[in-house]
């Protein structure tokens, strides 16, 4: 499978500061930024404003003064109150008015219909008393409803920046200039001039301003905010380096992959947009619950004034029902349960190396029964050693066949051809040209070298070619053998072992705990499996699968009932990820973009893919927990503020209700924002 890049380049983005280029992209994002905390200024002086206003208001107001046994009425106060009250409506509520017109204008009645539709009726209805209908105002209410409403919305701004802030904190990550290398001279440029094959300069403690291959130096390298990889990471000569992370006490000159708009880090921040702004089914079920409670709202409010109104209680006591019961109602706590959960998990698991690409994939792995594990470079460290090697024709030492697979393994990226071409290097070995290079599907390579046919082949090459090996071999259970055949005569063997990851053995006991299979599915040969298997505490284990056969074992588990995680390198390994009711690409630096997965874990580390299970258990937790509680309080509150114990003495004012729907946005804006990756 070819790899295609995280991001399609030809998909406009809704948000402008979600762009690939760096510098818009910092700079939209800085500007969204800005523009956010201009808002929550905005609505911190108009609070205030509307708070100076109160006191006078309350002051001024007749239910006040014969709640407190005085009169200070004089003449020309109710028109004074009437003034300080159109300041508090038309300033402290035009945010409110604003977005009743919007929702209007979209016909979307939402939140800010609602509250602009209660303060309006309240001052409506207050402005008629003033100028000769018979009653008593409610401008006292108006005013401590705004009040109310305007410091709502300020905490719940701030709430909201909180739940972003960890993507500004990716955007920040990468350094505005980088130091690049001319001759004779080092010049500083502008990271986003740096083009593919520029070399640049990493001092000590600085930020790597670019993705590339490291050409001079060495240091150690803290990736903990793109990978969360806590412990610094050796880099060398030949080791790729990611923008955004930062240098140690070492120097090191970097040869450019790619340019910045198309580094790693532009793609996860551009990927974390995406997933923030995406709907998942779960949101889609907040914003129909959202809508109906609009129109709950609406009708209830409506049936509490003419049920009030006609049993001969007054006007002013049918309206005040009437405003309570839809300030109630607003759907605001409901409209930020699943948005801000979603802000702030698609924000964390970028910062701890977990990319979701499908929030659908993510929301469902809380119902993962079975985890299939590839087994190289996942539950194993990848890095193959050879271990040991023989001959079977005497023209060849342990040398000579190192030297003629080495040929043919120069042009493979396979954990296999590394092995025995490190063992070439450590042993000082020419490795001579090949030609014709072909590999054998899921079997090995083949190739001209030095006028000789030699092929690399596994055993299963043996099997079905009907080659039999010299009695008195015999393969160890943790080894990976390969034959070498010159012509088609086998000449000799290479084992080769791949350490077990120390994380593999803690990961499977905790998906164990979870109560979820751990299988493994691997090409190599059964003993190798079922050792691997059986050191880790494994389920069990399928071996000898070629890469076109995993997507039919994918499907037999599912055909058992299994709700199925696939977990694989996003190559050969597509169709099976395809498959699979969750797939989870694992790999590194920018070789992260598998077209087939759901989910791309950015370290090839099994308890990554623990991670993402229980974080994506406790995300849909807090999803939950959000939607009950936003919901779940108009169930008490709404006949409260209807006045159905009203005979009782028990009646909700406009402004405590405004109180409680305060509390209730508050209760989901912390619960949301106290969601972490849990550490085990």
Not at 10 to 23: E, L
Not at 218 to 239: A, I, W
Not at 543 to 558: D, F, N, R, T
Request: hydrophobic letters at 45%; aromatic letters at 6%.
């Amino acid at each position: 499978m070819r790899l295609i890049p995280l991001i399609d380049k030809d998909r406009k983005s809704k948000m402008d500061h979600s762009k690939m280029n760096h510098t818009e992209g910092h700079a939209t994002a800085m500007h969204g930024h800005d523009h956010h905390a201009m808002m929550i200024a905005d609505f911190r002086k108009r609070f205030y404003v509307v708070l100076a206003l109160t006191a006078p208001i309350m002051v001024l107001s007749t239910m006040i003064q014969r709640f407190m046994g005085v009169n200070w009425q004089f003449t020309g106060s109710p028109y004074l109150l009437f003034a300080l009250s159109t300041v508090v409506y038309l300033y402290g509520g035009r945010p409110f008015l604003t977005g009743l017109a919007n929702e209007v204008k979209t016909k979307n009645p939402g939140m800010m219909f609602l509250i602009g539709f209660a303060i309006t009726v309240a001052y409506g209805y207050s402005t008629a008393i003033v100028f000769g209908l018979k009653g008593m105002d409610f401008f006292w209410e108006l005013d401590t409803l705004i009040l109310i409403m305007l410091l709502g919305h300020w905490i719940e701004m701030r709430s909201v920046a909180g739940a972003s802030r960890d993507l500004e904190l990716l955007v920040q990550l990468m350094p505005a200039e980088a130091h690049m290398v001319m001759p004779g001279m080092v010049h500083d440029v502008k990271t986003e001039t740096l083009k593919t094959n520029d070399i640049i300069l990493v001092k000590p403690g600085e930020k790597v301003a670019a993705d590339g291959i490291i050409s001079e130096g060495d240091s150690y390298v803290n990736e903990s905010m793109l990978t969360g990889e806590s412990r610094p990471v050796h880099k060398s000569k030949g080791d790729k380096v990611i923008a955004g992370s930062i240098n140690g006490n070492g120097s090191f000159q970097v040869v450019v992959s790619h340019p910045a708009k198309d580094s790693y880090l532009s793609q996860v921040v551009k990927l974390v947009d995406d997933a923030q702004k995406s709907k998942s089914k779960t949101q889609l079920l907040a914003d129909t619950a959202a809508r109906w409670l609009t129109i709950i709202a609406l009708v209830t409010g409506i049936t509490t004034f003419l049920c009030w109104f006609l049993s001969g209680q007054t006007l002013a006591f049918a309206m005040e029902r009437m405003v309570t019961v839809i300030v109630i109602c607003c759907p605001h706590a409901l409209g930020l349960a699943v948005p801000l959960v979603v802000a702030k998990s698609t924000a964390l698991s970028a910062k701890n190396g977990l990319l979701i690409k499908n929030r659908n994939a993510f929301e469902n792995s809380r119902k993962i029964t079975t985890v299939v594990f590839d087994k190289t470079g996942t539950l194993t460290e990848g890095k193959f050693e050879v271990s040991r090697a023989g001959s079977f024709n005497k023209n060849f030492d342990e040398n000579g066949l190192i030297r003629l697979s080495s040929a043919l393994e120069q042009n493979s990226e396979h954990p296999i051809a590394t092995g025995i071409l490190q063992m070439a290097k450590d042993r000082e070995i020419p490795v001579p040209a090949a030609k014709n290079f072909k590999a054998i599907t899921g079997q090995g390579v083949q190739a001209m070298v030095e006028g000789e046919s030699v092929a690399v082949v596994g055993p299963g090459y043996l099997k079905e070619n009907k080659i039999t090996v010299p009695e008195g071999f015999a393969a160890d259970d943790t080894e990976t053998v390969v034959f070498v055949l010159i012509g088609e005569a086998l000449a000799g063997y290479i084992a080769l072992s791949d350490k077990i990851r120390p994380e593999s053995a803690p990961a499977i006991h905790t998906l164990k705990e979870e109560h979820i299979k751990s299988i493994l599915l691997t090409g190599d040969n059964a003993k190798v499996a079922a050792g691997v298997s059986k050191t880790l505490g494994m389920d069990s284990f399928i071996a000898g699968v070629l890469p076109h056969e995993k997507l039919e074992k994918i499907k037999e588990l599912q055909n058992e009932g299994g709700f199925v995680a696939m977990t694989g390198d996003g190559v050969n390994d597509a169709p099976a990820l395809a498959q699979a009711d969750i797939g989870i690409a694992v790999g590194s630096g920018s070789d992260i973009a598998a077209e087939t997965a759901g989910i791309v874990l950015v370290n090839s580390n099994p308890k990554d893919i623990v991670s993402l299970i229980l974080f994506g258990k406790a995300t849909y937790r807090k999803m939950i927990q959000n939607l009950v509680w936003a919901t779940g309080y108009n169930v008490v509150a709404l006949p409260l503020a209807a006045g159905v114990l009203y005979n009782q003495g028990v009646v909700l004012s406009p402004a405590a209700g405004a109180v409680l729907m305060t509390i209730s946005t508050v209760v989901v804006a912390i619960n949301a924002n106290r969601l972490k990756v849990k550490a085990w």
